[in-house]
Structure formats: structure tokens, C-alpha cells
């Protein structure tokens, strides 16, 4: 027989695995209610099966159990698979902390190159970091940002240069706009005598063209908005510092939080444009700002209270 209170429309899906697997009622002590009871019943049965089974059955069988008796949890049930079969804690990757990248993986010799994504530029977010990192670590060091695309290339080289002298930082934006210039500027790169402290951050949008040398000389990230809210706050949390974070009252920094978590659904929420949209918006970094700025004015002074009709 099947667990107690295995639902009716499942019994045929049970049969089918019975027929795949004709032992398991045996091996699995599929008829023990004491066995499978708490499993049927459970939210996550995909971590709760009995000991005495567990061992005994494949981690694949355990997932064909899923589908045939819980389907609900399927989902969850083969992420579970899928991150013990790769010998990962996640299947989606942590979330991106510029402070972490430059501390562990870069260097003055090795350029750093985001890959971009509709709706997700790293710009902002590096010239907060710069000048963090300039105020706690180098005074004298300065953050250069071009944005290609309008004939600065010249000056784009001109700034690389005297940058890797100083020590200073170099951000050079939208380089799919300027792909055939793209090879001059990897051999400048190249033939540069870096000082330590130099670093050259570069932009780009995925582009068919794009030079592959650069590609295999530098630190390509991918920088998009992580997938669902939650690691969406993670990295925006993650990318403010501690004392900008708790600066003002108490008030504030629970209206920021409020602005981040309210940016994170906005930016998946554009995954189902156009329902409910009336044109495409990125919802970018700038706009996360320009709240958080917003935010900072209206409780400016004031201790417990705030206008929320003029916020709004």
C-alpha cells in the first residue's frame, strides 16, 4: 500500500514508479505509516526523510519519490539534487561585493571587466566603492569615469596613462559602443608599467564583435540584478557601507530599507513587462539613489515622523 493520506490522484504516479522500481515497497517500507507519515505531512519532505530510508535509496530515487507523491515540492527537491550533485551550497552565485573582488582578485596589471545586462550598471556602485575605499585606504587616490561613445577615445588613453603613474582609478563605460577601438586599448594596457594601486574597470554590453583577446586578459564579471528580492537586498545592503547605512536617526535607515526592498520588486517585476507596464524602465542603481537621497532630506532633523505624502 501507499503512505496514509498520499492524495488520491497520486496513486497512479505511485504505480508507475512501482512498476520502474519493483522493490521499493520492501526496500523503501513504503506500507509503514510510522515511517512516511511525518513525510507526507511535511513542508519540506525533501528534507525529511526518515533515516531508516534514507540511506537506501539514490538521490535521484529521491527526487522520482517527490515528483510521484509530492509534486509541490519538486522544485525544491531537485535544486537539493542538483547542488549535491555539483558539490555546491547554491545554485545561484553569492552576491557581488566589490569591496570582496577588489581586496581578493585583482590587481594592477589585470583590468576587470563587467559584463552588463539591460538594467544593471555597475558605474554607480564602483564610484561609491572608490570613494569609500579612497577615504579609508589611499586620500590621494581619484576615480576617473568615461563614458565612451562620444569621441573621448583619445582621452580615454590619455587618463589610463597618467592613472597607472599616480595610482589612481580608471572606469571606462559602454565599450560595445566603441568595439573596433577596443584592440588599441588592450595594447595599451598591455604596455603600461603599472603603480600597485592602479586598477581599470571597464563596462560593456554583450557583443557579438567584441575582441576576444581583451576577453582573455582581464577579470570578466557579470554584473545583472540577482535573481528575486531577497538577493537583490543582499548585494544592495552588501554595497552600502556601515557608517552611511547608520548615519541620521533610527527613522532613516528603516526608510532605506524600504527603498531597497521596494527597488529590489521593482527590478523583478520587469521581468513580466509589458503586464501592467506602460513602456520599459531599467529601475537602475541611480534610482535606488536618488530615493535614498530623497529619504535622507525629508527625515533631516526630524526624530520620529516623517512625510509620507510628500514621499510618496
Keep these: 500500500g501507499a503512505p496514509e493520506r498520499c492524495p488520491a490522484d497520486r496513486q497512479s504516479s505511485l504505480q508507475l514508479l512501482r512498476a520502474a522500481f519493483p522493490r521499493i515497497d520492501d526496500m523503501w517500507q513504503l506500507p509503514k505509516a510510522a515511517v512516511w507519515q511525518k513525510w507526507v505531512e511535511s513542508d519540506k519532505c525533501e528534507e525529511q526523510f526518515d533515516p531508516s530510508v534514507y540511506s537506501r535509496m539514490s538521490a535521484f530515487q529521491r527526487v522520482l519519490l517527490i515528483q510521484a507523491l509530492r ?26 561585493s ?18 552588463t545586462t539591460p538594467g544593471a550598471d555597475p558605474s554607480q556602485e564602483l564610484e ?11 586620500p590621494s587616490m581619484n576615480f ?31 565599450l560595445h559602443l566603441v568595439i573596433s577601438w577596443v584592440p588599441l586599448l588592450e595594447k595599451e594596457i598591455k604596455n603600461l608599467k ?14 557579438a564583435k567584441f575582441p576576444p583577446i581583451l576577453l582573455e586578459t582581464s577579470l570578466k564579471v557579470t554584473y545583472e540584478a540577482p535573481p528575486g528580492v531577497k538577493k537583490n537586498m543582499l548585494r ?14 533610527e527613522l532613516r535607515s528603516q ?18 513587462i509589458p503586464q501592467g507596464w506602460t513602456k520599459f524602465y531599467e529601475f537602475s542603481t541611480s534610482d535606488l539613489q536618488s530615493a535614498c537621497e530623497t529619504v535622507s532630506l525629508l527625515v533631516k532633523g526630524s526624530s520620529d515622523t516623517i512625510d509620507w505624502a510628500t514621499l510618496i
Design 71 to 96: 509534486p509541490d515540492r519538486l522544485e525544491s527537491a531537485l535544486t537539493q539534487f542538483a547542488c549535491e550533485a555539483m558539490g555546491v551550497a547554491t545554485l545561484s552565485p553569492p552576491p557581488l
Design 98 to 115: 566589490l569591496q570582496r573582488l577588489h581586496s581578493s582578485e585583482t590587481s594592477s596589471n589585470l583590468p576587470i571587466l563587467f559584463i
Design 128 to 138: 561609491e566603492f572608490a570613494k569609500t575605499y579612497a577615504k579609508d585606504n589611499n
Design 144 to 174: 576617473h569615469q568615461i563614458s565612451m561613445g562620444g569621441g573621448q577615445n583619445d582621452d580615454a588613453l590619455r587618463v589610463i596613462q597618467e592613472a597607472s603613474r599616480c595610482g589612481d582609478w580608471v572606469c571606462l563605460k559602454n
Design 194 to 207: 603599472p603603480h600597485e594601486n592602479f586598477r581599470c574597470w571597464l563596462t560593456t554590453e554583450s557583443h
Design 236 to 249: 544592495t545592503i552588501e554595497s552600502w557601507s556601515q557608517g552611511w547605512f547608520g548615519e541620521g536617526n
Design 255 to 272: 526608510v532605506i530599507f524600504l527603498c531597497a526592498h521596494f527597488h529590489a520588486i521593482m527590478q523583478e517585476r520587469r521581468t513580466y
